[in-house]
């Protein structure tokens, strides 16, 4: 786990980049590792995080993802982390968004237990399929869906209709590279195929996620009953 240096003072994220080098506080730059720190969520955690240390990253191809995610996570994660540490509202925020992820990784760990006494290689690919579908179902799914409603207030569009077809062949076409590669023993082909097959996964939660809002015909939210509601979620937890 890498860390970065925070200012004892409060400043802008704008001075981000300057002011990490400067000496302070040592935090993790993983901001889910920060706002579950020494709290109730910090054993679930930790569990979730020796699952990946142990289990997922013992295989060719949970090792492969995790290098290509890591890369991309920390890119602009501890930003995320910093903002955190110097802002409580932020903190919540984070803290309030994390909650369903780990019910969701939670999901994805059964899901890998349940089919790792057969292959570990294939748990570990539909483990990461699970976690990406539930998280576009969960967080992009109700974002994409009020997108819709307010492209079909001025042009008639669906995303659903003009998303599944693509989305459908970029899966297909993930599926086979992940063959493809532990047929040649490609480690570059691995790292392709999984990372595009976690991605169509998320793209196939958030359109099942999108076209069910949309069957129910879910009605906008009220902003200020929607904000009481998170008031509420949040003085709940730690």
Same mark, same amino acid.
Not at 107 to 117: D, E, K, N
Not at 136 to 152: D, E, F, I, N, Q
């Given at each position: 786990?890498?860390?970065?240096?925070?200012?004892?003072?409060?400043?802008?994220?704008g001075?981000?980049?300057n002011?990490?080098?400067?000496k302070?506080?040592?935090?993790?730059?993983c901001?889910?590792?920060?706002?579950?720190?020494?709290?109730?969520l910090?054993?679930?955690?930790?569990?979730?995080?020796?699952f990946r240390?142990?289990?997922?990253?013992?295989?060719?191809a949970?090792?492969?993802f995790?290098?290509?995610?890591?890369?991309?996570?920390?890119?602009?994660?501890?930003a995320?982390?910093?903002?955190?540490?110097?802002?409580?509202?932020?903190?919540?925020?984070?803290?309030?968004?994390?909650?369903?992820l780990?019910?969701?990784?939670?999901a994805s760990?059964?899901?890998?237990?349940?089919l790792?006494?057969? $292959?570990a290689?294939?748990? !570990? +690919?539909?483990? #990461?399929?699970? /976690?990406?579908?539930?998280i576009?179902?969960?967080?992009?799914a &109700?974002?994409?869906?009020?997108?819709s409603?307010?492209?079909?207030?001025?042009?008639?569009?669906n995303?659903?209709?003009?998303?599944?077809?693509?989305?459908?062949?970029?899966?297909?076409?993930?599926?086979?590279?992940?063959?493809?590669?532990?047929a040649?023993?490609?480690v570059?082909?691995?790292a392709?195929?999984t990372? $595009?097959?976690?991605?169509? !996964? +998320?793209?196939? #939660?958030?359109? /099942?996620g999108?076209?069910?809002l949309?069957?129910?015909?879910? &009605?906008?939210?009220?902003?200020?009953?929607l904000?009481?509601?998170?008031?509420r979620?949040t003085s709940?937890?730690?």
């Amino acid at each position: 786990m890498t860390f970065i240096t925070i200012p004892t003072i409060t400043t802008s994220t704008g001075t981000y980049t300057n002011m990490v080098t400067q000496k302070g506080t040592s935090i993790t730059s993983c901001p889910v590792s920060y706002v579950t720190n020494g709290n109730r969520l910090q054993p679930f955690a930790q569990f979730l995080r020796n699952f990946r240390d142990n289990d997922i990253q013992n295989t060719t191809a949970g090792r492969v993802f995790m290098a290509t995610f890591n890369s991309w996570y920390y890119s602009w994660a501890p930003a995320l982390a910093y903002s955190a540490a110097t802002s409580p509202v932020v903190y919540r925020l984070v803290q309030v968004g994390v909650v369903p992820l780990l019910g969701i990784l939670y999901a994805s760990y059964y899901s890998y237990m349940l089919l790792a006494p057969f $292959n570990a290689e294939a748990a !570990a +690919l539909i483990a #990461g399929v699970v /976690a990406a579908s539930l998280i576009g179902l969960a967080y992009v799914a &109700p974002a994409a869906y009020l997108t819709s409603r307010l492209l079909r207030r001025r042009i008639r569009f669906n995303l659903s209709t003009h998303t599944v077809t693509p989305t459908a062949i970029w899966l297909t076409i993930s599926i086979i590279t992940v063959i493809a590669a532990y047929a040649t023993g490609s480690v570059t082909l691995l790292a392709l195929g999984t990372a $595009n097959l976690v991605l169509s !996964a +998320l793209g196939v #939660g958030s359109l /099942a996620g999108t076209r069910a809002l949309t069957y129910v015909q879910l &009605p906008f939210v009220n902003l200020a009953n929607l904000a009481l509601l998170v008031r509420r979620f949040t003085s709940n937890l730690p």
